[in-house]
């Protein structure tokens, strides 16, 4: 049990949240408006997408290095996270997929609950590669059912102008795998005829796709003028707010991923991404040309980002947590109500993390007051 400004699927109530068996089975309270008290902000654990890494270890390491990764976010709030890879040749991905659904199958009960892959590439541009390996090739339908054989693949990342990327689309969309379009020289019109063909968000939008022009919209603009769904690095240095603002009046579900690195909470330093070294300094992780390279940020930080953008708290939550989930299809986690899965992060009123619950285990912070 918590006490606090709980936020349900009905909105805010000031009373207690009760669970048994990782569930929530009841939420007592009255309607409230948080900013009326000083007690504590109880919102559904975040969900992120796109995870590199964290805490010095990279998801292209595999082994030890995924309870390393879902351990580290876990702190800043993330309850449930999809691995993502990074472009690299085909007997690598095939060995992390391995590695991922092995750790799947024995997750740690003190870490994020790992829910699939977020598979970033090798199916696009290479002419877009942004921060991935020079590995970049064509999807071919039979390999990536073989990748998908392997490990619970719930999103992948292409570029859709790529030939044969269409039945692509269309086949992996059939089979429940959600596909964003990323890494991309796409026209607005390939972007278009993609979304027909089942592909449903954008991958880090704004970074790494054809950018918006008046005469040559590019994806960027068959983005805001289409999509349902995208995801957006909010670290206010991948995306400026305005930016950011401006997806958000167009995009109704655009959602919050970190695209975080090995460097996430972690010191400056060298740290591995894939095949390729990134340095982390001045807030941001690079390549040594300069190039961006994921990124540093937490979802707890990110919650607080878009709070700083005026967002309210409510509608930050829900793009960390309940669209993430509606994307992915899954309506047990991303909300509190009875019935979901127990995944809490309780709040201070200045949004500092005071304590994660995944499934009812109390995590980290401050339990006073639980049960």
């Known amino acids: 049990m918590q006490f606090g400004n ?6 805010w109530r000031l009373g207690e949240i009760h669970w048994e068996d990782g569930r929530i089975r009841r939420i007592d309270g009255d309607p409230v408006d ?48 999809l691995a993502t890879t990074m472009t690299a040749p085909d007997e690598r991905i095939r060995q992390v997929l391995g590695d991922i659904a092995r750790y799947m199958e024995a997750q740690k009960p003190d870490a994020a609950k790992v829910l699939g892959v977020h598979l970033e590439g090798p199916y696009i541009n290479p002419g877009k590669l942004g921060a991935q390996p ?7 339908i039979e390999e990536v059912d073989e990748l998908c054989a392997l490990a619970p693949i719930r999103l992948l990342t292409l570029a859709p102008e790529l030939a044969g990327h ?3 689309i269309r086949h992996l969309s059939e089979r429940g795998v959600r596909v964003q379009i990323g890494h991309t020289l796409g026209s607005y019109e390939e972007g278009v005829e993609a979304l027909a063909h089942g592909a449903c968000g954008f991958t ?10 008046h005469r040559k919209p590019g994806m960027v603009g068959a983005a805001l003028a289409h999509a349902q769904y995208a995801e957006v690095i909010p670290d206010l240095l991948h995306v400026h707010p305005g930016a950011i603002r401006a997806a958000l009046r167009c995009i109704p579900n655009l959602y919050a991923v970190t695209d975080s690195t090995a460097a996430a909470g972690m010191p400056d330093g060298d740290y591995r991404l894939g095949e390729q070294t990134v340095t982390k300094c001045l807030g941001g992780v690079r390549l040594a040309d300069g190039t961006l390279a994921g990124s540093t940020l937490t979802m707890g930080q990110a919650l607080r980002n878009f709070v700083s953008l005026g967002l309210t708290l409510a509608d930050a939550s829900d793009r960390l947590s309940r669209f993430p989930a509606d994307f992915l299809g899954i309506d047990d986690i991303g909300r509190l109500q009875e019935g979901a899965l127990a ?23 401050n339990a006073q007051g639980a049960s």
Request: with cysteine; charged share 15%.
């Open 166 to 168: 269409y039945a692509l």
């Open 6 to 11: 709980i936020l349900t699927s009905e909105g």
């Open 134 to 140: 020079a590995h970049a090739r064509n999807g071919v």
């Open 343 to 365: 995944d809490l992060v309780i709040l201070d009123p200045q949004l500092q993390l005071q304590a994660v619950y995944v499934e009812g285990r109390h995590i980290c912070g």
């Open 204 to 213: 880090h939008l704004f970074n790494a796709m054809t950018g918006l022009h």
């Open 34 to 81: 948080p900013d009326t008290n000083d007690h504590p902000r109880i919102i559904p654990g975040f969900i992120d997408l796109h995870v590199h890494g964290g805490g010095g270890a990279d998801t292209m390491e595999g082994g030890t290095a995924l309870a390393t990764l879902a351990r580290t976010h876990v702190r800043f709030g993330t309850t449930r996270l």
